[in-house]
């Protein structure tokens, strides 16, 4: 199959994961209000829907060979935003600063899969962000504000993306580990070593 027509899956994608030591804060407010914790670690989607698992052996090595001329930056969780919904519903989120970082690193990958463009397709383009959970719409204001006055800010080194999949029935897993540049001497692609179901389940 030619570069770039690989079948695509909602079971994949490609993020940034927050280390596991900065994890708590989020995933006290996760516990609460995020019907998704079970599925999805903390996470920054960059690709989603991603190429199907069956051809990642094929679209490792070009996604590697451009996430190593990036240099590796750091994060802040900071702001509390928010996604109205036509449902009623909202999703509250962290923005990641500085989202340029983000957003730069998003449109590379993207350049080597065209097909999985479905983040860029918003009228505003691709809106860097870590959900937290979801609420009504009316009042999210006052929700998000409530969740900024307890908050603190927390910052994290972005040294290599995930690529992520799950089966039918399971939770999101890392399977691979894409290293930026400021590990260019592990520049080969890393798989993700086994890690206990019950660590992956949120």
């Known amino acids: 199959m030619a570069a770039g027509n690989w079948a695509k899956s909602h079971h994949s994608a490609v993020v940034i994961i927050p280390p596991e030591e900065v994890w708590e804060p989020i995933q006290a407010l996760r516990r609460k209000y995020d019907r998704q914790i079970h599925r999805w670690m903390p996470h920054i989607n960059l690709l989603y829907p991603f190429v199907a698992e069956q051809h990642f052996q094929e679209v490792m090595p070009l996604l590697q060979s451009v996430v190593a001329k990036v240099p590796a930056f750091r ?45 860029s397709r918003f009228p505003q383009g691709y809106t860097p962000h870590l959900s937290i959970g979801q609420t009504a719409a009316p009042g999210v204001e006052a929700f998000a504000g409530r969740l900024q006055a ?3 800010p927390l910052e994290f080194a972005v040294e290599h993306v995930a690529v992520i999949a799950r089966g039918a029935e399971e939770p999101f897993a890392v399977r691979h580990r894409l290293f930026l540049a400021s590990r260019n001497n592990q520049a080969a692609i890393s798989p993700a070593p086994a890690a206990p179901p019950a660590h992956q389940s949120v």
Do not use: N, Y
Request: proline letters at 8%; one cysteine or more; aromatic letters at 10%.
């Open 150 to 152: 307890q908050w603190q």
């Open 75 to 119: 994060l802040r969780l900071g702001k509390f935003r928010w996604f109205c919904h036509p449902t009623g519903r909202a999703t509250v989120w962290l923005e990641p600063e500085p989202c340029e970082a983000v957003r730069g690193l998003q449109v590379i990958l993207q350049e080597v899969v065209p097909q999985c463009d479905e983040l």
